[in-house]
T-cell receptor
Framework: DSGVTQTPKHLITATGQRVTLRCSPRSGDLSVYWYQQSLDQGLQFLIQYYNGEERAKGNILERFSAQQFPDLHSELNLSSLELGDSALYFC????????????FGSGTRLTVV | GENVEQHPSTLSVQEGDSAVIKCTYSDSASNYFPWYKQELGKGPQLIIDIRSNVGEKKDQRIAVTLNKTAKHFSLHITETQPEDSAVYFCAARQGGNTGNQFYFGTGTSLTVIP
């Protein structure tokens, strides 16, 4: 157990729908990162939050949004889902300092049908 | 942004042999290079990392080397064991950014044959 908790582990939904993925960071970690892992794209950075505020943004689609709450858990909202959004979505956390690796959760596998 | 390339995409070695995975990066300002191991059904796990002011780092059977001039870094696994079989990812942290996001290579699937 890495200490980063992601729910749900699996999600199957239809095109056009909206889903919410949840992440609880490791105790003491202030930064949360969201990554998308697909077979042909590898691990793609989506967005980072630090202590409730957005810190950096990657190639996150406008249909996707995220937030970090006062208790530091984070949610990734995916809307108007398309078949191509099917992927593994990972959350990672860190204390926010530079030169430290992340701790990843075990991911949420999203299947859009 | 930073562009990280990783080779080979697949690698098979006999148990006990060494395995080497190579990565190159594009931004000379990148300053931190972690390596992750991902087993089936699990999230990536940090196995070793190196900062840009260090040329080599070792941790038991695993070592990482960094050549800043050539902008490449490598993972070396010696005396490989079947439990080393996994997908390995290199990553680079682009210096000067406001966040701490990493740019990942596309992964190397390592198979250690008993």
């Amino acid at each position: 157990d890495s200490g980063v908790t992601q729910t749900p582990k699996h999600l199957i939904t239809a095109t056009g729908q909206r889903v919410t993925l949840r992440c609880s960071p490791r105790s003491g970690d202030l930064s949360v990162y969201w990554y998308q892992q697909s077979l042909d794209q590898g691990l793609q950075f989506l967005i980072q939050y630090y202590n409730g505020e957005e810190r950096a943004k990657g190639n996150i689609l406008e249909r996707f949004s995220a937030q970090q709450f006062p208790d530091l858990h984070s949610e990734l909202n995916l809307s108007s889902l398309e078949l191509g959004d099917s992927a593994l979505y990972f959350c990672a956390s860190s204390q926010g300092q530079v030169f430290h690796g992340y701790t990843f959760g075990s991911g949420t596998r999203l299947t859009v049908v | 942004g930073e562009n990280v390339e990783q080779h080979p995409s697949t690698l098979s070695v006999q148990e006990g042999d060494s395995a080497v995975i190579k990565c190159t990066y594009s931004d000379s300002a990148s300053n931190y290079f972690p390596w992750y191991k991902q087993e089936l059904g699990k999230g990536p796990q940090l196995i070793i990392d190196i900062r840009s002011n260090v040329g080599e780092k070792k941790d038991q059977r695993i070592a990482v080397t960094l050549n800043k001039t050539a902008k490449h870094f490598s993972l070396h696994i010696t005396e490989t064991q079947p439990e080393d079989s996994a997908v390995y990812f290199c990553a680079a942290r682009q210096g000067g950014n406001t966040g701490n996001q990493f740019y990942f290579g596309t992964g190397t699937s390592l198979t250690v044959i008993p």
